[in-house]
Each structure stands twice: as structure tokens, then as C-alpha cells.
């Protein structure tokens, strides 16, 4: 099955620096890299994705990288503010058979932002 | 207002009993998703359900059961088989087959085992 590898497990910035997450994945035929922002006691929310078609993608302070070669992906936050604090999970999607997909998590980075 | 509701938001068991979560979607998706998280341990699939009537194991489904009677819900059952069940429980619903795309995820469940 898929293996995906998640580093930092935690990440301290000065509000306005850029922060830098990193994923691995070991099943080349993913084609789908979700990244999600958790904040404590609720429900991870999509903040940005990118398919394997594409090799960045952004959206204002947001963007992400992907090598398909090297088979990983990254989330970078510009300009860091201190709502920005949170778990961010990489994930990557691959086909599990008769039309469905199954998305494997990687473990989480807790960012904060230091004022 | 679409999305996920999970109820109830915190929940507190003895031990040997079974507890039911709930987990509904208004925004016709086919496909829901259970899975556990545990601190340092990211996001792992117990159960999952393409289809209506239909449902497959995770990673970890053992001491878990599910059911998929409507296509809306997808309740999950913790038996008192699960040695380890606190945990904080998210319920996700995506389009399902055929569509690659992102999951929907409620706010969560916090199980207690007392």
C-alpha cells in the first residue's frame, strides 16, 4: 500500500517568516496530493491540493510543490501570520480498485507562529 | 447548510460497553470515511463505504463495526472487542467513484473510555 512520510513533526517560525512542510510518497501511481490545516478540537479543512499533472500550484500565501520523480510534495506559507498555527497533513490519493481512490495520511505538522 | 455532522461531540464510556458514533452528510456524496487520530499518529482509516450497502475494512478496523443503510449515514459501532478506544474519531464523506478529489471532514468526536 501507499507509505506517506511527513517531516517536520513540529515547525516554530517569527510571524513573517515562511514556513516549509515536507512529504514523501511510495506508490507511483498517487495522482492526487490534498494538504489539510486541522486547528485543535475540530475536523481537518482543505486549504490546498495539486494533481500529479501539475507541478505547483498557488493561492495567495499558499502554494504547493510536487516532483513526481522523486515522489514528493511540499506546502509552503509565505508571510506567516498567527492564525496560521496549526496541524498540517499531506496526503496522497491513489486508485484502491473497481473506480474508487483511498487517500493515506502522513502523520502531521504542528506549525506555530510566534508573534 | 451542507456538510458532515458528528454527533456527539464528546463521549464518555465504561469500559465493556459498545458506543455508537454518528456520522451524517447532506452533500450527496457516495463515499464516507471513518478513521481514528491519536496524538503523533496523523489520520488512520478504520472503515470506509463507496456505496450504499457497501462497506470495506481500513488499517485498523478491528473492535469496530460499521453500517452504510442510507446513503447519508454512516454510524460507527466501538466494541468493547477495541482495547485501546479513546481516541478522537473523524467522520469524512467524498464524491466516491470514478471522482479523485478531496474529503469532507466533520468536527470530530472525542471518545472517552472511563
Known amino acids: 500500500g501507499e507509505n506517506v512520510e511527513q517531516h517536520p513533526s513540529t515547525l516554530s517560525v517569527q510571524e513573517g517568516d515562511s514556513a516549509v512542510i515536507k512529504c514523501t510518497y511510495s506508490?507511483?501511481?498517487?495522482?492526487?496530493f490534498p494538504w489539510y490545516k486541522q486547528e485543535l478540537g475540530k475536523g481537518p479543512q482543505l486549504i490546498i491540493d495539486i494533481r500529479s499533472n501539475v507541478g505547483e500550484k498557488k493561492d495567495q500565501r499558499i502554494a504547493v510543490t510536487l516532483n513526481k520523480t522523486a515522489k514528493h510534495f511540499s506546502l509552503h506559507i509565505t508571510e506567516t501570520q498567527p492564525e496560521d498555527s496549526a496541524v498540517y497533513f499531506c496526503a496522497a490519493s491513489r486508485p484502491s480498485g473497481a473506480g474508487s481512490y483511498q487517500l493515506t495520511f502522513g502523520k502531521g505538522t504542528k506549525l506555530s507562529v510566534i508573534p | 447548510d451542507g456538510g458532515i455532522t458528528q454527533s456527539p461531540k464528546y463521549l464518555f464510556r465504561k469500559e465493556g460497553q459498545n458506543v455508537t458514533l454518528s456520522c451524517e452528510q447532506n452533500?450527496?456524496?457516495?463515499?464516507m470515511y471513518w478513521y481514528r487520530q491519536d496524538p503523533g499518529q496523523g489520520l488512520r482509516l478504520i472503515y470506509y463505504?463507496?456505496?450504499?450497502?457497501?462497506?470495506q475494512k481500513g488499517d485498523i478496523a478491528e473492535g469496530y463495526s460499521v453500517s452504510r443503510e442510507k446513503k447519508e449515514s454512516f454510524p460507527l459501532t466501538v466494541t468493547s472487542a477495541q482495547k485501546n478506544p479513546t481516541a478522537f474519531y473523524l467522520c469524512a464523506s467524498s464524491f466516491g467513484p470514478g471522482v479523485n478529489t478531496e474529503a469532507f471532514f466533520g468536527q470530530g468526536t472525542r471518545l472517552t473510555v472511563v
Open positions: 506508490d507511483s501511481a498517487s495522482n492526487y
Open positions: 452533500l450527496n456524496h457516495d463515499a
Open positions: 463505504s463507496q456505496i450504499v450497502n457497501d462497506f
